[in-house]
């Protein structure tokens, strides 16, 4: 007797998180290598974003498409300013990117990474209070993995180290949780803004609610892909 055994593909590998780590600590690399403060301020202005008013007509659109600005939206994920800048994006990146892009796919995640991280840029840029300022870093898109983690796995939950007087203790607690406080703590900040350093808080918040909705309209084909594997 023959018996139909049904099979299961293991699911793909998942690169675009390390891939996207690897990119960014090149391009970090990359920035530290030049020789001179004035030519790492200059990659910073070529290859970051600026903030100021967006274009008001169809031929400002095309001199900012044409002249590199929109694309700076993108090139501007990947640089960052300082060791810190660097390491505190990428470890958020690894955390909440990893099984998120677990559920959605590589090609999505990417997806998610590059469209929200240049949306949350081109938000800073537009709302920015100071003009002509150079917007650099994955914070915008590392939010809104963060934020498709939560609409992914809701009911996650997250270990944190707390100190107990002369003790650590590990405990694990609601992801939905932390990263509602989070949330709330860049709202507020958006609204302080200098007051807390250089930071360009609305990207953390757009980039946020853009994972959250994008991860919310994925849920069809991300359910179809879950049930295939």
Not at 38 to 44: E, F, K, S
Not at 68 to 90: E, I, K, P, Q, Y
Not at 101 to 122: C, I, Q, V
Not at 134 to 163: C, M
């Amino acid at each position: 007797m023959f018996l139909k055994v049904p099979s299961r593909r293991p699911p793909p590998p998942r690169w675009a998180s390390p891939l996207l780590v690897l990119l960014c600590m090149a391009g970090f690399f990359w920035l530290v290598s030049l020789d001179g403060e004035a030519a790492r301020r200059a990659m910073l202005l070529r290859w970051g974003a600026v903030s100021g008013a967006l274009p008001a007509t169809p031929a400002e659109w095309w001199e900012a498409l044409t002249g590199g600005r929109l694309l700076s939206l993108l090139t501007a994920l990947f640089v960052h300013a300082d060791w810190s800048h660097l390491l505190g994006n990428m470890l958020f990146l690894v955390i909440f990117g990893l099984p998120a892009e677990r559920a959605t796919g590589p090609w999505r995640f990417l997806l998610l990474y590059l469209l929200g991280g240049a949306l949350a840029n081109l938000a800073a840029a537009a709302l920015m209070d100071a003009p002509n300022r150079v917007i650099v870093g994955a914070s915008g898109a590392v939010s809104a993995v963060i934020g498709a983690y939560l609409a992914l796995f809701p009911r996650a939950r997250l270990g944190i180290v707390v100190p107990l007087g002369l003790f650590l203790e590990f405990v694990r607690a609601p992801a939905s949780l932390l990263i509602g406080i989070w949330a709330l703590l860049q709202l507020l900040f958006t609204f302080v803004g200098p007051a807390f350093g250089a930071v360009a808080w609305w990207a953390h918040l757009a980039g946020f609610i853009f994972g959250v909705i994008f991860a919310m309209l994925s849920r069809p084909a991300i359910a179809r892909r879950l049930r295939a594997h």
